[in-house]
């Protein structure tokens, strides 16, 4: 199959969160199964041009329609670790990609919408005629409606369209101006609620737009697609959900088991394995020698990850204070968007700068970060919600067990060593706990540690257990050929 890829984000060279791993990792997989695979993605001024090999021009006279005109656009084209991407570079004054960051400007939803617009520009006169486009999240939200109302017309009628959900939160509510720019050129038509309306406010919504037009939608996990359709996880999109949902599913994302290998990981000074973990032990001193934590008979509970409201914030803070109290030693690493948690979790830094058994370090680190999940015991991931969630994921991976909320992908990948009742004892990987308080979530640290001091062995064979998950590319990138298959052939 020839799969085309329109994102926002693509790792390593636009990255922002989850999704720029998931549009790398799965055309990776896709290309490893024998799959073509092109990346579209706007050419940002911001980018990490460093992880770009070979940039050149490849097209340079693409005119895209937008208003009663159209935009000189030139395609660059270069490889991003071997997969082979495109960049739009729009040249106009709304400048809409030189901005010096890739989110956050006031005209968010007319850039993206450019930039759908333009990336099937591009497959058209370059001839371009993939099977499959996979585009994500609300930026990419008109691409399935502009297909089927204009390009569809244009010599593209056998294309299909899967997409992804990687947020529910943020949606691209936007006025009707965007039916003028983009060429869909009939208000009443498009602002309907079987169609582009928001249900709940008198906007046009871009999420809904894809879900409505796109020929299958996916969100990260099973379970959240469940919460999509049935909580308020779903940001208002439940019922449209509904509507769709002989075409909606949700497929749990992969880590790249090249990136998060204890075996080959670069970052660590002692490789180890299933077969062989004794490395982990000497890599709890590393990660002890380099945070100045003292040598002591005590576990190490990690936290890794972005310091918000959605991650369960004011649960990690108590569970740092929890662990501390009950004879373990906490490494939290994490950056705050919002000023008054950065302030706050800055104070708790402050607080405990001196303290043997704890570290804080605020900011993105990626190399710590590696450090971190080889020299844990556990990593704890309380989550409000969690559409996939990878941290737990690497912790499995790299035998650091996880005490999670019981909430999105959390569910689908850690299963409670003493509550599970669906799987085997052996087969069990972690804690779950479900409520947001606190009693919750130390119920759940307590059981972890009493295990650690009290049952080494036991302890030992749950993190064996573990590492035995496959949690690679490899199942979610089977899955989504199915999908394209399916859509494919109807
Ligand atoms: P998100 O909601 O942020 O996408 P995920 O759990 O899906 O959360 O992915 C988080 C990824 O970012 C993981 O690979 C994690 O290791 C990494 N990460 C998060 N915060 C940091 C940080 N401060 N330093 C280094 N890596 C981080």
């Not at 930026?139 to 109302?149: A, C, D, I, R």
């Not at 009707?176 to 582009?196: C, F, H, K, V």
């Amino acid at each position: 199959m020839y799969i085309v890829q329109i994102a926002s984000e693509c790792a390593p060279v636009s990255k922002v969160g989850g999704l720029g791993d998931v549009v790398y990792g799965l055309s990776r997989e896709l290309e490893i199964r024998g799959h073509t695979v092109e990346i579209i993605l706007p050419k940002y001024d911001c980018m990490r041009y460093d992880h770009i090999w070979g940039l050149h021009e490849a097209y340079n006279d693409l005119w895209v329609p937008w208003y009663d005109g159209a935009i000189h656009c030139t395609v660059d084209c270069g490889w991003v670790h071997g997969r082979l991407c495109f960049f739009i570079d729009p040249h106009s004054e709304d400048n809409f990609f030189n901005r010096g960051c890739y989110y956050g400007s006031s005209d968010e939803q007319m850039r993206f919408a450019f930039f759908s617009k333009a990336a099937l520009e591009f497959l058209l006169r370059t001839n371009k005629r993939p099977d499959i486009i996979h585009c994500h999240d609300w930026q990419t939200g008109l691409v399935p409606v502009l297909l089927f109302e204009i390009y569809k017309y244009h010599g593209m009628e056998n294309q299909r369209v899967c997409y992804t959900i990687h947020n529910f939160k943020h949606q691209g509510a936007v006025g009707t101006n965007i039916l003028a720019a983009t060429g869909l050129n009939n208000e009443p038509y498009y602002y309907s609620s079987d169609r582009l309306l928001d249900d709940n406010h008198p906007c046009l919504n871009l999420m809904k737009a894809g879900i409505v037009y796109a020929n299958f939608v996916t969100t990260v996990s099973p379970n959240h697609a469940w919460e999509a359709r049935h909580t308020d996880v779903g940001c208002g999109l439940g019922h449209i959900l509904y509507v769709h949902q002989h075409k909606f599913s949700g497929v749990l994302n992969g880590i790249d088991y090249d990136v998060w290998n204890p075996e080959s990981d670069r970052y660590i000074p002692h490789p180890y394995s299933r077969a062989n973990i004794q490395g982990k032990i000497q890599n709890k001193k590393a990660l002890r020698d380099r945070l100045l934590l003292q040598d002591a008979d005590k576990p190490i509970i990690c936290y890794i990850g972005r310091l918000d409201n959605q991650k369960g914030v004011h649960l990690v803070h108590h569970a740092m204070y929890y662990a501390l109290n009950r004879g373990a030693q906490f490494v939290l690493l994490g950056a705050a968007t919002e000023k008054k948690i950065n302030s706050w979790f800055w104070h708790e830094k402050n607080h405990l700068n001196d303290h043997p058994d704890c570290h804080l370090e605020l900011g993105f680190n990626e190399e710590l970060a590696h450090l971190i999940y080889a020299g844990a015991d556990m990593i704890v991931v309380p989550s409000n919600y969690e559409p996939c969630g990878l941290t737990q994921m690497i912790g499995l991976r790299y035998g650091t067990v996880p005490i999670v909320r019981g909430v999105g992908g959390l569910v689908n990948t850690v299963f409670d060593r003493d509550y599970d009742q669906d799987r085997l004892p052996e087969k069990r990987n972690g804690y779950v706990f479900y409520q947001t308080d606190n009693q919750a979530l130390e119920s759940a640290i307590e059981r972890a540690i009493g295990l650690w001091h009290r049952y080494p062995k036991e302890f030992r064979k749950l993190m064996l257990q573990g590492m035995e998950y496959d949690y690679s590319w490899n199942h979610p990138g089977a899955d989504y050929v199915g999908i394209y298959d399916y859509i494919r052939h109807r």
